[in-house]
């Protein structure tokens, strides 16, 4: 399959260039304007419509679709609901900032998951290194409503961290048996997306601009259908200490595009300096599972 033929490492740096454009285009032009329950259940609806022509369930047991299914309910259905809510209390900075610490939970997590005494020191000194990374790079002054969108930006980090682990130990098979099989996982976020429209939506804010459906477009094709796959094929070829530093480079990547695209002002030492650390928190947990 293509994905194995590219270094894992280079798989998830190229999605977390694609991903860095989503909070952006989030901020600027969903947020407050589409209503968020309906602009997840667009955004994953697209994403499975794009896997469902190769969708072959056959190639694997019932129980591990049903699993599949369920990660993908948590990682990206739920996740994208606490996520689209935090908007509307802090800017895309601060959700940037709160993101800092998914690199810990997913070290947490697949230790209980596992449950390990001891995860090689290595892994959680990485996940350290990349919360300071990010923290020096994203760290200011925050707004009145920076509790409610850090509780609902932590809930979001808790269930995509938790999606995360779960598929990258749930036995899948070959790669081309884990194209095969992914439209499950967004099946699962459309179902939880659906359940969260149908009871909260509010219909007066649905997307009417050309803009605005070609965000949700690329959100839902290019960020969710394509950056979904990689990343989750990729994560099995990783270990738990880089899959969970990884996390931490869409930080520095989120801000260059705000810079690029948006013009928005930049501190290059800090940018920099917390840029450094973040890949030498890929470093340190360089050594395979």
Same mark, same amino acid.
């Given at each position: 399959?293509?994905?194995?033929?590219?270094?894992?490492?280079?798989?998830?740096?190229?999605?977390?260039?694609?991903?860095?454009?989503?909070?952006?285009?989030?901020?600027? #032009?969903?947020?407050?304007?589409?209503?968020?329950? @309906?602009?997840?259940?667009?955004?994953?609806?697209?994403?499975?419509?794009?896997?469902?022509?190769?969708?072959?369930?056959?190639?694997?047991?019932? &129980?591990?679709?049903?699993?599949?299914?369920?990660?993908?309910? !948590?990682?990206?259905?739920?996740?994208?609901?606490?996520? #689209?809510?935090?908007?509307? #209390?802090?800017?895309?900075?601060?959700?940037?900032?709160?993101?800092?610490?998914?690199?810990?939970?997913?070290?947490?997590?697949? %230790?209980?998951? @596992?449950?390990?005494?001891?995860?090689?020191?290595?892994?959680?000194?990485?996940?350290?290194?990349?919360?300071?990374?990010?923290?020096?790079?994203?760290?200011?002054?925050?707004?009145?409503?920076?509790?409610?969108?850090?509780?609902?930006?932590?809930?979001?980090?808790?269930?995509?961290?938790?999606?995360?682990?779960?598929? &990258?130990?749930? %036995?899948?098979?070959?790669?081309?048996?884990?194209?095969?099989?992914?439209? /499950?996982?967004? !099946?699962?976020?459309?179902?939880?997306?659906?359940?969260?429209?149908?009871?909260?939506?509010?219909?007066?804010?649905?997307?009417?601009?050309?803009?605005?459906?070609?965000?949700?477009?690329?959100?839902? !094709?290019?960020?969710?259908?394509?950056?979904?796959?990689?990343?989750?094929?990729?994560? &099995?070829?990783?270990?738990?200490?880089?899959?969970?530093?990884?996390?931490?480079?869409?930080?520095?990547?989120?801000?260059?595009?705000?810079?690029?695209?948006?013009?928005?002002?930049? %501190?290059?030492?800090?940018?920099?300096?917390?840029?450094?650390?973040?890949?030498?928190?890929?470093?340190? /947990?360089? &050594?395979?599972?």
């Amino acid at each position: 399959m293509p994905f194995n033929s590219v270094p894992a490492l280079a798989v998830l740096s190229i999605v977390t260039i694609v991903w860095a454009f989503s909070f952006s285009l989030i901020g600027v #032009y969903l947020s407050g304007q589409v209503d968020s329950y @309906l602009a997840v259940l667009i955004r994953v609806s697209l994403a499975l419509a794009l896997l469902l022509p190769f969708f072959r369930p056959a190639q694997l047991p019932f &129980k591990t679709l049903a699993m599949l299914t369920g990660i993908g309910a !948590l990682q990206v259905g739920v996740t994208y609901q606490f996520l #689209y809510h935090a908007f509307s #209390y802090i800017s895309v900075a601060e959700v940037l900032l709160f993101t800092i610490f998914t690199p810990l939970w997913i070290t947490l997590i697949d %230790e209980l998951i @596992l449950r390990r005494q001891h995860l090689p020191l290595r892994w959680w000194a990485g996940s350290a290194l990349a919360v300071a990374g990010a923290a020096i790079i994203r760290y200011e002054n925050i707004s009145a409503d920076a509790l409610t969108g850090f509780l609902l930006i932590q809930a979001a980090n808790l269930c995509f961290a938790a999606g995360q682990v779960g598929y &990258k130990r749930l %036995e899948l098979g070959s790669s081309r048996t884990q194209v095969h099989t992914f439209a /499950c996982f967004f !099946l699962g976020a459309t179902l939880v997306s659906g359940l969260g429209t149908l009871l909260f939506t509010d219909w007066t804010r649905v997307p009417t601009t050309a803009v605005q459906w070609s965000v949700l477009v690329w959100l839902g !094709l290019g960020a969710s259908g394509f950056g979904y796959l990689a990343w989750a094929m990729a994560s &099995k070829r990783v270990n738990t200490g880089q899959l969970a530093t990884m996390n931490n480079l869409l930080i520095p990547a989120g801000i260059l595009v705000n810079i690029v695209f948006w013009s928005r002002d930049a %501190e290059w030492g800090r940018l920099l300096l917390g840029g450094l650390i973040i890949t030498l928190s890929v470093w340190v /947990c360089r &050594k395979k599972l």
